[in-house]
């Protein structure tokens, strides 16, 4: 999901899929597929046996595909015919297979997942509800990502020069270049992660295990991702800085969404491959500490990407324009840090490892 965070976290990214008459638009667009697969379960619901998890996640991933190349098309305003024809085979295979096919069942698990472990609302046991909820939300989710990733490369072959663009090659480039400092923040998750479950599992003794359990490490793994993020955004600092400079109400809320919200995403879709895909005991700790360690280690190492190129966009622009200043988690650093009022235009710098360097610039 880290096309997700980066459309939201990178501001210029952010800026150009929330402007009016684009959010407008994926308004009306992101209906259609909703309603389309309300109307596909009920057609298929007496044929095909969308009681098994592995019919339904089928199912769900190839009509999200479908969806995604349409939501794409209708992003970069042009019909799906032309996409097929100018679009390359990579990015056309990245959107079908992983922003419509993977993607969508990682949602339908994650609805499966939260239904059965907070709501007590089991697929396995009452089938009709939750897969017609799975089938729906993935469709409506996929579209609404494709249509905005399409609206991305439209502005893109219009002209606008992007820092960052929301299909995972820059966070390669980053594990290329910095992959030390990557390492120690996904391994202390990890490690964190890990010894938090189990602490927690042979300590606790009352009800709510299961959701007790998500909670805790949602918790541990938004620290870690916010503690990442602010690592990378501010590479020359000690991490006390940014948190005295920063308010208290724009760090809490940094830390509610995304660092907490999307930590127990991942800690849930996992849950749901275990429970109904590979019907593992979910007795057995084992199971339990890695995806605690996983979810955390995860989610440490996307804040630390995220910062990176909140960085790489701030020293690349040299200041943010008005359509920029509308990212609702920049201005006050802007304001703290003084990038917003000095008006400097520094030369764009790469951090490798740890150490400024000038000799090329940290683009996309």
Known sequence: MVHRLALRIIPQLNAVVTERDVRRRKRWIMLAPGLVAFILYRLLHDTLPLSNPFVLL?????????????????????????????????????????????????????????????????????????????????????????????????????????????????????????????????????????????????????????????????????????????????????????????????ICRFWVWPCFTFALTYYLVQMGALIFLFHFDRGLMFFHVIIGGVTAGAMAGYGYFLGSRVFVEFQTHGGLSEELKRCPFVMEILAKTGWATSGQKTEPVAVVQGHPDHSREMLS
């Open 58 to 250: 089928t199912i769900g991933g190839t009509l999200s595909a479908i969806t995604a190349y349409w939501a794409y098309a209708m992003g970069r305003q042009a019909s799906v015919g032309t996409i097929f024809q100018t679009d390359g085979f990579r990015r056309l295979l990245w959107i079908g297979g992983w922003i419509g096919f993977v993607y969508g069942v990682h949602l339908s698990l994650l609805v499966l997942a939260l239904l059965a472990l907070f709501v007590d609302y089991h697929f396995l046991l009452h089938p009709d509800g939750p897969a017609m909820m799975a089938l729906i939300i993935s469709c409506t989710a996929v579209t609404r990502d494709a249509f905005e990733i399409g609206h991305v490369v439209r502005m893109e072959s219009d002209g606008m020069r992007l820092v960052t663009f929301p299909d995972g090659g820059s966070f390669r480039e980053l594990l290329r270049r910095d992959f030390l400092h990557v390492a120690r923040w996904v391994g202390a998750g990890l490690v964190a992660g890990g010894i938090v479950v189990t602490l927690y599992r042979l300590n606790w003794t009352g009800d709510g295990l299961e959701i007790g359990q998500a909670i805790f490490v949602s918790v541990l793994a938004a620290c870690f991702a916010h503690g990442a993020f602010l690592s990378a955004r501010y590479p020359f600092d000690d991490l006390s800085k940014p948190i005295k400079t920063l308010s208290l109400w724009n």
